[in-house]
């Protein structure tokens, strides 16, 4: 069983940054792929980005490419999203989510899930 806590989420401004965490309960992660997920207010859960824990390529939905940056910290256990120049549009309960089948854009792909962090971006 993995679990996973995020955290970081908060209100901004348009135009700011925050850093999401998602600290993870397992040790070994070297084959999974992570990724961070979001659901708007009335809309489905989307693909935000992803990543092989043990590196390699990373994945963006269009939409935050060139803003948001996954990453994460082996000595930590935790995987990071950090969003800039945020827009409104961003606003979401963020979720990372654990994988072993890969597709790293298919929510239906990952096992485990956090419990959602709030993002709010004001305008």
């Known amino acids: 069983q993995v679990q996973l806590v995020e955290s970081g989420g908060g209100l901004v401004q348009a135009g700011g940054s925050l850093r999401l965490s998602c600290a993870a309960s397992?040790?070994?992660?070297?084959?999974?792929?992570l990724g961070w997920f979001r659901r708007a207010p009335g809309k489905e859960r989307e693909f935000v980005a992803a990543?092989?824990?043990?590196?390699?390529?990373?994945y963006y939905a269009d939409s935050v490419k060139g803003r948001f940056t996954i990453s994460r910290d082996y000595a930590k256990n935790t995987v990071y999203l950090q969003m800039n120049s945020l827009k409104p549009e961003d606003t979401a309960v963020y979720y990372c989510?654990?994988?072993?089948?890969?597709?790293?854009?298919?929510?239906?792909?990952?096992?485990?899930w956090g419990q959602g962090t709030q993002v709010t971006v004001s305008s």
């Open positions: 990543m092989r824990w043990s590196g390699g390529t990373q």
């Open positions: 989510a654990a994988g072993l089948r890969g597709g790293p854009t298919n929510q239906y792909e990952y096992d485990y």
């Open positions: 397992r040790r070994s992660f070297s084959s999974y792929v």
